[in-house]
């Protein structure tokens, strides 16, 4: 019954008014499913290759839809993937694309959740219980890569680890994004926003820092739990290799500084979460600052891993960061962001689930993120193509009720 029949491929647009890939899969019996692929601005050395999308939907249409239709089954996950795999041909999916990939990954699993009339997590769900929902985080102010003379720090991510469940969860993030617009205004700086919805003055990083705090004990005070927030350090995006130092402007900090400067800033602001706050191939420097304040925070790593389970048992050998970041489009396909999600539970290891800063109003991690139990999801707080997973989220939990 889920034997898929047609795969069909287009270019859309995603929420940086940029092309990207999505894929409709139907089967034998009528089932659908559709899914868009993200794409990363800030992106690791290590990720599978994005094609642009015009080539990537004729690669594979020329070489993985004929080893799908009529051929694998939309309800076996591991067996679509593998075909899409089979026909790629590479390690990271420089054939067809991994925009390509993961559309029809996400659209085929769509279409057997479809014809068992099931929702996608529970479809997903595996052995996986699918009983806790995952802490949203939300990105209230952001420079870097994300957003022109703005902060160096990439991401201030708004965490309400204290709330009761994922609806009042989703209205704390948004209720600090709008806290921060408040005191921005008081402070009479006028801005933008970045690529995620959040907000991206021109100030420096140690003013950002002061206004999330603000905003966060402002917001826990009115909603009566524990809002802490988070860091995306993009660290990669700072480091100059040559030099071997992190650049904040004109300042300039050694690894063992900036091992230090990460370590402060999780104490004195109790930091419930740091991305990336080393460069992608400092696995030592990641093992160090676990070290110092791994029992207090996760230290996540996404350029460091990549959703890669090689990269992440390097990860695991050296102790080094305590939870990965999961970015199906990183890796290409819904059956290995699976594998990287096993083998850090396993391992000890947080898994968290993530959005990119070009999106769609695709809902899929959404999903991914129940049915692995994942701890967090990283999701944005505003913007049609973010509050599409928030939304989604909130009627996954309505629904289980």
């Not at 959005?355 to 109003?361: F, M, N, Y």
Request: proline share 4%.
């Amino acid at each position: 019954m889920t034997l898929v029949t047609d795969v069909r491929l287009r270019r859309v647009l995603d929420s940086r008014g940029n092309p990207t890939v999505e894929a409709d899969v139907l089967t034998e019996s009528g089932g659908f499913g559709r899914a868009a692929a993200p794409s990363g601005a800030s992106t690791g050395e290590y990720e599978a290759i994005e094609l642009p999308p015009g080539e990537a939907i004729a690669n594979a249409r020329e070489h993985a839809v004929p080893q799908l239709e009529g051929r694998v089954y939309a309800g076996n996950q591991r067996e679509v993937d593998a075909a899409l795999r089979g026909a790629d041909g590479t390690d990271d999916f420089s054939g067809i694309g991994a925009n390509s990939a993961v559309a029809i990954s996400m659209a085929a699993a769509k279409a057997g959740a479809d014809v068992l009339g099931a929702p996608l997590f529970q479809h997903l769900g595996g052995t996986f219980r699918g009983e806790n929902f995952p802490t949203p985080l939300g990105n209230v102010v952001g420079g870097g890569e994300h957003a022109a003379d703005a902060t160096y720090i990439q991401e201030f991510l708004a965490a309400p680890v204290g709330a009761p469940n994922v609806t009042d969860a989703v209205f704390a993030n948004a209720a600090v994004h709008a806290a921060v617009a408040d005191i921005l205004d008081e402070r009479g700086e006028s801005c933008g926003k970045g690529d995620e919805g959040a907000w991206a003055p021109s100030i420096d990083d140690a003013e950002a820092f002061e206004i999330v705090d603000e905003a966060t004990d402002v917001v826990s005070s009115d909603v009566g739990f524990e809002v802490g927030f988070g860091l995306d350090v993009a660290a990669s995006e700072l480091y100059d290799a040559d030099a071997e130092v992190y650049r904040y402007g004109d300042d300039e900090k050694t690894t063992d500084e900036q091992v230090e400067y990460i370590a402060d800033l999780v104490r004195e602001y109790d930091l419930v979460y740091v991305e990336d706050p080393l460069d992608e191939d400092d696995y030592e420097g990641f093992a160090d600052l676990t070290e110092r304040v791994g029992e207090q925070t996760l230290v996540c790593g996404d350029d460091l891993f990549v959703t890669n389970t090689e990269r992440l048992r390097t990860g695991i050998d050296l102790d080094a960061a305590n939870s990965i970041l999961i970015k199906p489009n990183q890796i290409g396909t819904l059956a290995d962001a699976f594998d990287a999600v096993e083998l850090a539970v396993r391992n000890g290891y947080d898994p968290v689930i993530s959005h990119r800063s070009g999106e769609t109003e695709d809902a899929t991690i959404a999903h991914l993120a129940v049915a692995t139990d994942a701890p967090f999801i990283k999701t944005g707080a505003v913007g049609g193509e973010r509050t599409a997973k928030l939304n989604e989220l909130i009627r996954i939990a309505d629904d289980a009720l």
